[in-house]
């Protein structure tokens, strides 16, 4: 049978009820903790579920006046699976990282003479009114020009969410400041290749006419095209929040306070 545990408005698990038991004689879990299994009408406590199993005596405190510390309970579960991020959410994380590209942008493309090559397009655009021929080869001149410059900013900017994401962080710097970061379908950290993968991905999102993102609105893991593509997930929570807890090797599922 496997049991869910509830605490401070969240559920964690599930968990196989021997080891429930054994973490209830341990003092790993509280007789107070709310918990369920399928088939039972409501959340009980574990003391009303379990009261043959007699829990640990409670430890003493070296401050009888402190509040009694709740034991930790793993982190990622599969309600955290079911936690994803919102659209806006989404769209606001990647405003922040426009913004935090932008100063490094501009200071490469000073460095490649960018000011005088805007300078030097927009006086040419000019000087070309009504001659297409005219009119290109100024673009041509500038994109001569400029090419190393957009070329660096390119790989400046893949680097970023490809690195970032695959992080420990999980995240880029948008993400982070949101709360959320970018995990595989089990919720773990993706490895670079697949995250290089998801960026170049965006550019299908993209060239639909942009419904690739729009679809984190609607689907039901709120996935963009370019998710379901590299079969990963964007999930409420900063990866900091989410660090899994010391497992013993008989199973997965058991955690140490």
Not at 6 to 26: A, I, K, N, T
Not at 109 to 123: I, V
């Amino acid at each position: 049978m496997e049991i869910w545990i509830g605490r401070d408005g969240e559920r964690h698990g599930p968990y196989q009820e021997d080891d429930v038991r054994q973490w209830l004689r341990s003092g790993q879990v509280s007789p107070q903790d709310l918990a369920w299994y399928e088939g039972l009408a409501d959340w009980q406590p574990l003391s009303v579920l379990f009261p043959d199993t007699p829990p640990a005596p409670p430890p003493a405190a070296s401050n009888p006046y402190a509040a009694p510390t709740a034991p930790l309970l793993p982190q990622t579960t599969a309600a955290a699976l079911e936690d994803h991020a919102g659209f806006w959410k989404r769209v606001a994380a990647y405003i922040l990282d426009g913004i935090i590209l932008y100063i490094p942008q501009m200071l490469i493309e000073k460095a490649f003479g960018g000011d005088a090559a805007k300078a030097a397009l927009k006086q040419a655009s000019l000087d070309a009114v009504g001659n297409p021929d005219a009119m290109m080869a100024a673009n041509m001149h500038y994109y001569s020009t400029m090419w190393p410059a957009m070329l660096l900013i390119l790989v400046m900017g893949v680097l970023y969410f490809a690195l970032c994401e695959s992080s420990a962080w999980q995240g880029t710097l948008g993400k982070l400041a949101l709360g959320i970061r970018v995990t595989d379908l089990q919720g773990k950290r993706i490895s670079f290749p697949r995250a290089l993968g998801r960026y170049f991905a965006k550019i299908l999102s993209a060239i639909i006419l942009g419904i690739g993102f729009l679809m984190v609105a609607w689907t039901q893991r709120k996935q963009g095209l370019h998710d379901m593509i590299c079969d990963t997930l964007v999930l409420n929570g900063r990866a900091s929040e989410f660090k899994p807890t010391q497992a013993s090797s008989g199973n997965r599922n058991s955690f140490s306070a």
